[in-house]
DNA sequence: ATGACGTCTTGTAGACGA
């Protein structure tokens, strides 16, 4: 199984570069995020005519999610909302089931400051995903996403410069450490230990062309199925070109079991 | 560098992203 997951920020604006994207890898399974649309404006005819089918948690301008699988194993969808989200009326987690593994799709919260009403929300939503997987663990699972987290120093490029922001604090680094003990890999570190890539960069002052960067997307993948990991990487080539998305998509190819 | 870019909105400037 080929899975994927990216943030598209904005499915219709993106939709020529998802569109290449799915002709490209040809992925079994896609989680998208921030694609920022109403319900009735996802593009399901355009997908479909790609051969994928979708199931999508969309609420509008801001946020939404949605997996995609190649229509002869159509997702179905499990769950829409994260159970104990503190932001309920966002589209910030969806569940399919596809070819027997439970997927979800997670835009967790940006956070903002360290002292924004937000960042204690974000946490309050990692918190919620940490009892979610746990319900879900015994069972092939794969949670991939925008984490909005540098789980270490190496996913930062300039540690320095993130001193005192969200996304690389202790508080978050802890409770995603919390959500992997449950019994999640994340899937890149697993094949590649020491590599630094990231997965987001800033549209601004060309910081994907200096490589200035972060790993926020994640795979996760139950410890069952990480043993069949046999590739997980970056593809840097769809932040390029036009109109990019700032964030590039990760995939993963498991071994059929 | 307090910015830079890109997306959305019953919009045309402001909010938000990370």
Request: with cysteine; charged share 25%.
């Given at each position: 199984?080929?899975?994927?997951?990216?943030?598209?920020?904005?499915?219709?604006?993106?939709?020529?570069?998802?569109?290449?994207?799915?002709?490209?890898?040809?992925?079994?399974?896609v989680c998208l995020q921030e694609t920022k649309c109403e319900?009735?404006?996802?593009?399901?005819?355009?997908?479909?005519?790609?051969?994928?089918?979708?199931?999508?948690?969309?609420?509008?301008?801001?946020?939404?999610?949605?997996?995609?699988?190649?229509?002869?194993?159509?997702?179905?969808?499990?769950?829409?909302?994260?159970?104990?989200?503190?932001?309920?009326?966002?589209?910030?987690?969806?569940?399919?089931?596809?070819?027997?593994?439970?997927?979800?799709?997670?835009?967790?919260?940006?956070?903002?400051?360290?002292?924004?009403?937000?960042?204690?929300?974000?946490?309050?939503?990692?918190?919620?995903?940490?009892?979610?997987?746990?319900?879900?663990?015994?069972?092939?699972?794969?949670?991939?996403?925008?984490?909005?987290?540098?789980?270490?120093?190496?996913?930062?490029?300039?540690p320095a410069a993130f001193a005192g922001a969200t996304h690389?604090?202790?508080?978050?680094?802890?409770?995603?450490?919390?959500?992997?003990?449950?019994?999640?890999?994340?899937?890149?570190?697993?094949?590649?230990?020491?590599?630094?890539?990231?997965?987001?960069?800033?549209?601004?002052?060309?910081?994907?062309?200096?490589?200035?960067?972060?790993?926020?997307?994640?795979?996760?993948?139950?410890?069952?199925?990480?043993?069949?990991?046999?590739?997980?990487?970056?593809?840097?080539?769809?932040?390029?070109?036009?109109?990019?998305?700032?964030?590039?998509?990760?995939?993963?190819?498991?071994?059929?079991?």
């Open positions: 199984m080929k899975l994927a997951t990216w943030n598209v920020n904005s499915v219709n604006a993106r939709l020529p570069r998802v569109l290449e994207f799915l002709e490209t890898h040809g992925p079994d399974v319900e009735a404006a996802f593009p399901h005819e355009a997908l479909a005519a790609a051969g994928y089918r979708a199931v999508d948690h969309s609420t509008g301008r801001w946020a939404g999610v949605a997996i995609l699988a190649r229509a002869d194993g159509a997702p179905a969808a499990e769950a829409r909302g994260l159970p104990g989200s503190p932001v309920p009326e966002e589209g910030r987690w969806i569940e399919a089931t596809v070819g027997g593994v439970r997927v979800a799709s997670v835009y967790v919260i940006n956070g903002r400051a360290l002292d924004d009403p937000m960042y204690g929300a974000k946490l309050a939503f990692l918190d919620a995903m940490a009892r979610r997987a746990a319900e879900l663990a015994g069972s092939p699972l794969v949670v991939c996403g925008d984490f909005n987290i540098a789980p270490a120093d190496i996913d930062v490029y300039d690389v604090s202790e508080p978050e680094r802890e409770r995603l450490r919390a959500i992997l003990a449950t019994g999640l890999v994340d899937g890149f570190r697993r094949v590649a230990p020491d590599t630094v890539q990231h997965t987001w960069w800033d549209y601004r002052a060309g910081h994907f062309h200096k490589g200035m960067g972060l790993r926020i997307d994640l795979v996760l993948a139950s410890e069952g199925l990480a043993g069949r990991l046999r590739s997980c990487g970056i593809d840097r080539d769809f932040r390029k070109g036009p109109k990019p998305s700032d964030h590039a998509p990760v995939l993963a190819e498991f071994e059929p079991a």
